[in-house]
């Protein structure tokens, strides 16, 4: 079998858990319709417990955890092989702990896939740590998959979903009008204000000029896209709403929400932003994340 090309390649990160799975089915229907291949990445985590050797052979139990892995994987590619026989699939295992080995995956991939739990999480954990420390660390776009019973992604068409910021990045637009062409979906690009709090019973400004300006913003923002994808029907809304309120309102049955990671940060913060932490946390679909920007650290 022949290696997916590596600068399109679509790394999934694998665990076991079911989450991973659905991850991996919904990756590998997108690499089907591209024409790449899927690679599954497991991260063994060793990092560290060659300090268990005084209790444990540590030779035996990386040996014994790496046949564990490889059996995980084998399954995991013969499910998708079953349901999509002529997709390249390739695996590979790490040693070093999952968000050190998936962020560093996230330099080279065309795209990284996660679901948005692993084996430590429960039934109402909105995201695991994993996912969440990988959003804010990311160097390449990156989908978060929830678990469920069927592929996450559905049949061709649907609708892909655009939170956009005042000055959202070209990138982060641009990838959202590709992903809707290539799956034949519509897009519907959101922009969420609010009215600014009224002093002694009055407006300070007008929240019909506010209605204005977002409506300029979406206009502004989304035209070169339009015009790059113009076989993409696209509608915008400008919504007076919180901007997670209004987004994953808007998410609701959509194939795909897509968000910016705003990089811009605090040393204190925590690390994705509140409004995408939000997001990750309540998206009722999977959640494109395109970073940009620069990290500041302490």
């Not at 068409?157 to 990138?171: F, Y």
């Not at 696209?234 to 910016?260: H, K, Y």
Request: proline share 7%; net charge negative; aromatic share 4%.
């Amino acid at each position: 079998m022949n290696h997916p090309d590596s600068s399109q390649r679509i790394v999934v990160g694998v665990d076991g858990s079911k989450d991973a799975l659905q991850a991996a089915l919904w990756a590998a229907e997108l690499a089907q319709r591209r024409g790449t291949g899927v690679h599954l990445l497991h991260a063994l985590n060793l990092t560290g417990a060659g300090s268990l050797v005084s209790r444990l052979p540590f030779d035996e139990y990386r040996r014994s955890q790496t046949e564990h892995a490889e059996e995980m994987l084998d399954a995991v590619r013969a499910e998708l092989q079953g349901r999509f026989p002529d997709l390249p699939v390739v695996t590979e295992i790490a040693t070093d702990e999952p968000v050190e080995t998936l962020v560093a995956a996230t330099r080279l991939a065309a795209l990284t896939v996660l679901g948005t739990r692993g084996r430590g999480g429960f039934p109402t954990l909105g995201i695991g740590s994993v996912g969440l420390r990988v959003a804010a660390h990311c160097h390449g776009p990156i989908i978060l998959v929830p678990g469920g019973d069927g592929p996450a992604s559905g049949g061709p068409g649907g609708e892909i979903v655009l939170g956009v910021a005042e000055r959202e990045p070209a990138a982060v637009v641009d990838f959202a009008f590709a992903v809707a062409e290539e799956s034949g979906a519509h897009l519907r690009a959101v922009h969420a204000w609010q009215p600014i709090p009224p002093y002694n019973g009055y407006y300070f400004v007008d929240p019909a000029i506010l209605a204005a300006e977002a409506e300029s913003v979406l206009t502004a923002v989304l035209k070169p896209a339009r015009h790059a994808h113009a076989a993409v029907p696209a509608i915008a809304e400008s919504v007076c709403a919180t901007p997670a309120a209004a987004l994953v309102d808007a998410a609701r049955g959509a194939r795909l929400l897509v968000l910016g990671a705003h990089r811009q940060r605090s040393p204190l913060s925590v690390g994705v932003g509140s409004v995408l932490h939000a997001l990750l946390t309540h998206a009722p679909c999977p959640v494109a994340v395109v970073p940009f920007g620069v990290r500041v650290d302490a």
